[in-house]
């Protein structure tokens, strides 16, 4: 089951890494077993607490308040993290990357 959450994790994180990139928007998304953390920072090394001073915190809540909007629950504050259980699947996965697609490509430039 840990293997389950894991492998469905990294499709989130690699999911989420691809789409950003695809709009040109800086992200780096650190991997830990089963959860998962978006930063809206360029990707980097992620050595200390300090490093994530480079996240942008208005980003990133305007995020995950919007996925919220859209049906996909993520803590509204910046940096939280995100875990999948051994109660979602695949096309929970799927749908959370469907979102963030449509929820990246509106994201307000001047942030």
């Known amino acids: 089951m840990h293997q389950h959450c894991f492998d469905l ?3 989130a994180a690699d999911g989420l890494t691809s789409i950003a990139a695809e709009f040109g ?3 780096h998304v650190a991997l830990f077993g089963s959860v998962f953390v978006p930063y809206f920072m360029a990707p980097g ?3 200390s607490y300090t490093d994530l001073f480079r996240n942008n915190n208005e980003r990133d ?3 995950r308040k919007t996925m919220c909007e859209h049906g996909i ?3 509204p504050t910046a940096m939280k993290r995100n875990h999948v259980s051994a109660a979602h699947t695949r096309a929970d ?3 959370t990357l469907d979102v963030a ?3 990246l490509k509106t994201m307000p430039a001047g942030m």
């Open 9 to 11: 994790a990294k499709v």
């Open 45 to 47: 090394p992620i050595e």
């Open 73 to 75: 629950f993520m803590i």
């Open 93 to 95: 996965i799927d749908r």
């Open 101 to 103: 697609r449509d929820v």
């Open 25 to 27: 928007i800086p992200m």
């Open 61 to 63: 809540v305007w995020f």
